[in-house]
């Protein structure tokens, strides 16, 4: 016995979204020998936009029974049958929030119209009830009302268990163990099958072959899975837009941390929320006036030649300055730390010798300023990170120059690096970030036995194990 359904809602999401409509056919595998359809009053205001596409407004609901009045109703009717809808997914999820709201239980077995029409109906440009049902020629009335598109599910479910193959089909999709009622409607199974349990990061697609969202795992097929388990509203709208899925190997969860963060920036999905913002970028710079007196200044990096040092956010890098001004006795006019001053009268840094004034030489300022760029240069570090590869023969690295992510890039075991330069080859240049910063001085901090640092163009193992030389 089947019961085909479908309902109407107020359109916020799955755990705030209240059932306005509801209608189930009894359908025995031949012919329909039951129907109920029924308002419901969701004790909540309509929106503008959702009447505007099912016609039902609260004047309609006012008077309708409440979930709870009409419970016993609904689990009685689809009693012992299975649950079909078309993305059967979302109607069940949304029926069985409202009984969880009112300390009720609902648990059906289901069946999916869209993933059986995938399945043995191929070929179509869109599985949607409304433009399937034009298709095939199938009536359908009152579109957007719940007992119109629950009597065009039950023409439609009685074509599918016709068409040639559907027995086994139908048993492959009522397997308990079978993933077909997992996997998002638009999703074909074979995709998801390629993906491998290995590190990478995934690339979830509309139908249109837009990335709408980006993840990393160290387990690619669990984590894609686990978007399908998760019921949250977020994770259920971006499922049903699901229809592809592309992915890269990492080998390691730190590469696919830094890949990640590298594709969301770059293509900005719609489901993302974290890592989207760019972060204004500072650099200190050194310049010489007219006048041969050597400056220190900081400016956006865009607008910072040659930069020194790179902040991501003003405040650090003033706090930064001031106290290499305080160390080195710079001057904060001449460290920009006060513009438009014929001397400076810095509140907090008083260690200028005068330089402002003319009272110190220009050659000794600049002695003291070239100091002071030594020492920041001398703080940034080279390194190399070593990680798996995405197989046995290859390992991976990541770069860091003057402690600014370069990139990241494999090399087969055979072939021998001596030098940073060796690496260049294999290098895939990437965008230093407030987000890969975090990354990698995380990574670093817990595990330094896999860094390398670089003297010059030598690789150099912090490791006591000599075996764990690079490469």
């Not at 012919?31 to 039902?56: A, K, M, Q, R, W």
């Not at 609901?61 to 299975?82: G, H």
Request: hydrophobic share 35%.
């Amino acid at each position: 016995m089947y019961t085909i359904v479908d309902i109407e809602t107020t359109g916020n999401g799955v755990k705030g979204n209240k059932i306005t409509e509801i209608s189930i056919f009894k359908y025995n595998g031949h012919e329909i020998i039951d129907e109920y359809t029924s308002l419901v009053n969701p004790e909540c205001e309509i929106p503008y936009f959702i009447t505007g596409l099912t016609g039902i407004d609260n004047d309609m609901v006012r008077n309708a029974p409440t979930i709870s009045e009409i419970a016993d109703v609904i689990l009685e009717f689809t009693k012992d049958s299975i649950f079909v809808a078309h993305s059967v997914n979302f109607d069940y999820n949304v029926i069985k929030n409202e009984f969880k709201n009112i300390n009720r239980e609902f648990v059906r077995k289901k069946l999916c119209t869209v993933r059986l029409s995938r399945k043995l109906l191929p070929g179509y440009n869109s599985y949607s009830l409304g433009k399937l049902c034009s298709a095939m020629g199938i009536p359908l009335t009152d579109r957007h009302r719940a007992r119109g598109d629950a009597h065009a599910t039950t023409l439609l479910f009685h074509k599918l268990l016709r068409t040639d193959g559907a027995a086994k089909v139908f048993k492959l999709f009522l397997n308990a163990r079978s993933q077909e009622l997992t996997l998002p409607p638009k999703l074909p199974k074979a995709i998801f099958e390629k993906i491998p349990a290995t590190p990478g990061i995934y690339y979830f697609k509309n139908s249109k072959g837009k990335i709408i969202y980006i993840g990393k795992a160290i387990n690619l097929k669990k984590r894609v899975l686990g978007h399908f388990y998760d019921k949250s509203t977020k994770e259920i709208q971006l499922c049903n837009e699901i229809a592809d899925i592309d992915f890269e190997l990492s080998g390691s969860d730190l590469i696919a941390l830094l890949m990640e963060s590298e594709a969301i920036k770059h293509y900005y999905p719609k489901y993302n929320r974290a890592q989207k913002r760019k972060v204004q970028q500072y650099g200190i710079f050194s310049f010489e006036d007219r006048n041969n007196i050597r400056h220190l200044a900081y400016n956006k990096l865009k607008m910072a030649p040659n930069s020194i040092y790179t902040f991501y956010n003003i405040a650090d890098c003033r706090l930064f300055l001031e106290k290499i001004c305080k160390t080195y006795k710079l001057c904060p006019k001449y460290c920009h730390l006060q513009e438009n001053v014929e001397s400076c009268s810095h509140y907090k840094i008083k260690a200028c010798d005068g330089i402002c004034r003319e009272d110190e030489d220009i050659s000794a300022y600049n002695k003291k300023v070239l100091a002071a760029i030594n020492y920041i240069k001398s703080t940034s570090k080279n390194f190399i990170i070593k990680e798996k590869g995405r197989s046995a023969e290859e390992d991976a690295f990541v770069l860091v120059n003057e402690d600014t992510y370069v990139g990241y890039g494999f090399v087969n075991k055979d072939v021998i690096i001596n030098t940073s330069e060796d690496l260049s080859a294999f290098l895939v240049a990437q965008k230093n970030t407030l987000e890969v910063q975090v990354i990698i001085k995380s990574f670093v901090e817990k595990n330094p036995e896999k860094c390398f640092e670089i003297t010059g163009s030598i690789l150099n193992s912090n490791s006591q194990n000599k075996d764990a030389l690079f490469f």
